[in-house]
């Protein structure tokens, strides 16, 4: 018994630990596709930066620079003149500006996943409830084969019952093992959510300070992916 209990919490031990190197790989997944999202508006702002900052061009160049921030990132010049910015003011917001940035874009990109997987989840739920009245239906049928075959006289029908007994034995089985796959699915969707939510979090959420940033739409690839257990 001691050695059952103890292969027991083993086995759920490993099955917490690969649950979370799991839900950790979709994290970073999101984290990288909000990354790869950011890099266009992070070079963009790099180039407005050197335009702003370049003196060899002309006043009116590096005033267009200005007009071209002013217009992305109101919430982050509105307390500069122009004349700060042209000597080297966008440095002082530059860093918390491109952070700002990239945390926007991470967080969008979780968000974006977690709307994924809800609706793979409401697919998954369907699903389960189709497979899990097919199976009620088929263990009804297995009992019944099971005890008219344990009952019967006649070699004919014993014969059938058996028979009838081994299929719905056989479809009770394979019922099972798609109702267990979908389970693990939906604990896998369920736990990617809520760490995604997290991470959604300790970025800073997708609203506030940085709302004149403007991240381009994500599009991410499904996080999940299942594996045929039949």
Not at 41 to 52: C, F, G, H, R
Not at 59 to 87: F, H, Q, V, W
Not at 91 to 99: G, H, I, K, N, Q
Request: cysteine-free; glycine content about 6%.
């Amino acid at each position: 018994n001691k050695v059952k209990t103890l292969k027991k919490e083993q086995e759920k031990l490993t099955k917490s630990l690969e649950d979370y190197a799991y839900t950790l790989e979709i994290v970073k997944k999101a984290n990288l596709k909000g990354e790869k999202s950011a890099a266009r508006e992070i070079t963009n702002l790099k180039l407005l930066s050197a335009q702003l900052n370049n003196t060899n061009l002309s006043l009116n160049e590096r005033r267009g620079a200005i007009e071209a921030l002013r217009k992305k990132y109101p919430s982050y010049l509105k307390d500069m003149t122009d004349e700060k910015l042209l000597n080297g003011g966008l440095a002082e917001v530059y860093d918390t500006l491109t952070t700002s940035i990239l945390k926007r874009a991470k967080a969008t990109a979780s968000m974006n996943a977690i709307i994924k997987n809800s609706e793979k989840l409401l697919n998954i739920e369907s699903q389960l409830a189709a497979k899990t009245a097919a199976l009620e239906k088929e263990q009804t049928r297995l009992n019944y084969a099971l005890a008219s075959t344990t009952q019967s006289a006649s070699g004919n029908m014993y014969s059938g019952m058996a028979k009838s007994g081994i299929a719905a034995g056989s479809s009770v089985k394979k019922l099972k093992k798609e109702v267990e796959a979908l389970e693990t699915q939906m604990q896998h969707l369920e736990l990617s959510n809520i760490d995604l939510e997290q991470n959604v979090t300790n970025l800073g959420g997708i609203t506030g300070a940085e709302d004149d940033i403007v991240i381009p739409p994500i599009l991410i690839e499904d996080p999940i992916v299942i594996k045929d257990t039949g």
